[in-house]
Structure formats: structure tokens, C-alpha cells
């Protein structure tokens, strides 16, 4: 069974930093590109970050609107990928969900339950 | 790639064959996947490439389209579609639409 499970998420003051885990199991993660997808309180779903495979030399691409405020990361042999956001603002206030696509299929077939983010004074 | 979907909010009766709509700001190729987000819950794949059903998911739904218009119906409503739908265009990078809420009337 696949399962995929945020942790990390919590109240942070404006301009903090703070570090998103993925741990996921029941597939092979060498298979998968893995993204962080965001969902703003009442509101849809936006992209974050994406890592892809060994094959495809762990690239990472990232929103527009976050670039160069976060990293992701992965680690094979932990099946697991991380989220580092820093100078973090109100508007990051979000669900963060840990999301997978098998290579250059691009869209998402299984989600975390989501970790919640509050940035907050 | 702005992708708007349509309605906003949808009321049917159990039973209804309901039409949901996305619209792109340019040919996507079929490149469109639907998700449906349960309160309180993660989003669920439920369609992917325009019309080819998940694994896993009822046959009561569906997709069409090409171009820029893209449709997912619902067969027969049930109780349990109560969700909002959100599409996602994969053609270049990936957007997502806004989501259309569909309520039991």
C-alpha cells in the first residue's frame, strides 16, 4: 500500500524558516519525481517545488513565486523528501502536500494527507 | 497556463448526470487530469491525459475534451461526489484551475 506522510508543519513567526518532511513506502521511490503542491486556507492548489529521479540527476525546479526562498530535497535511501522554506510570509500560510508522478507523467496520483503551516506573529 | 473552471459551485439532485467544465488559455493536448478533494481531505486523482479513468475509480465518471475545453461528468450523482474538483494542466509545467464545489441539492 502506498502511503505518503508530511510532518514538520506548525506556527512560525514571519520571516522564520522551517523545515517540510516526506516519508513515504509501498511503491519504489527511485520511480518517482516527488513535488510539494500548497493549499492556501479556502483555496486551490498550487505547485510548490519538484525533485526529480536518479535518472534525471536529481533536478529540482521551482514556483516562480518562492524561487530562491525554498529547496527540496530527497533521500533514496529513506524514500524520502524534504521542503526547507525560508523567510517565510503570511501569504505561505498553507496545507503542504507531499505528491508523486511516476517519470515525465506530470500528474499526481498519490497525495499526503498534508501538513498545515501557519506564518504567523 | 491560466486554467478557469466552471462553475464555482454546483448543486444537483442524487442521480443527475452533472457536466463540470475547464477551459485553458491555451491547447493543452489533452494534456488534463481531475482530482477531487473531499473536506478536510487530500486531493484523489481521478482522471488523467483528458479520459483515461484512475484505477480504483467508479466508471460513473468520466472525461472529454480536447484543444482548450475540457469536461468531467458524473454519470449519475452519489452522495459521496460531494467534493470539489479541480483540474490541472500538464502540457506546460503544471497549473491548476480554481475548483468547482458540487453540493447535493
Known amino acids: 500500500e502506498v502511503q505518503i506522510l508530511e510532518t514538520g508543519g506548525g506556527l512560525v513567526k514571519p520571516g522564520g524558516s522551517l523545515r517540510l518532511s516526506c516519508a513515504t513506502s509501498g511503491f519504489n521511490f527511485n520511480d518517482y519525481f516527488m513535488n510539494w503542491v500548497r493549499q492556501a486556507p479556502g483555496k486551490g492548489l498550487e505547485w510548490v517545488a519538484q525533485i526529480r529521479n536518479k535518472n534525471y540527476n536529481y533536478a529540482t525546479y521551482y514556483a516562480e513565486s518562492l524561487e530562491g526562498r525554498v529547496t527540496i530535497s530527497r533521500d533514496d535511501s529513506k524514500s524520502s523528501v524534504y521542503l526547507q522554506v525560508s523567510s517565510l510570509r503570511a501569504e505561505d500560510t498553507a496545507i503542504y502536500y507531499c505528491?508523486?508522478?511516476?517519470?515525465?507523467?506530470?500528474?499526481?496520483?498519490?497525495w499526503g494527507q498534508g501538513v498545515m503551516v501557519t506564518v504567523s506573529s | 497556463i491560466q486554467m478557469t473552471q466552471s462553475p464555482s459551485l454546483l448543486s444537483a439532485s442524487v442521480g443527475d448526470r452533472v457536466t463540470l467544465s475547464c477551459k485553458a488559455g491555451q491547447n493543452i493536448n489533452n494534456y488534463l487530469a481531475w482530482y477531487q478533494q473531499k473536506l478536510g481531505e487530500a486531493p484523489k486523482l481521478l482522471i488523467y491525459?483528458?479520459?483515461s479513468l484512475q484505477t480504483g475509480i467508479p466508471s460513473r465518471f468520466s472525461g472529454s475534451g480536447s484543444g482548450t475545453d475540457y469536461t468531467l461528468t458524473i454519470s449519475s450523482l452519489q452522495p459521496e461526489d460531494v467534493a470539489t474538483y479541480f483540474c490541472q494542466q500538464y502540457n506546460s509545467w503544471t497549473t491548476f484551475g480554481s475548483g468547482t464545489k458540487l453540493e447535493i441539492k
Open positions: 491525459n483528458a479520459n
Open positions: 505528491t508523486r508522478f511516476r517519470e515525465l507523467r506530470y500528474y499526481f496520483d498519490y
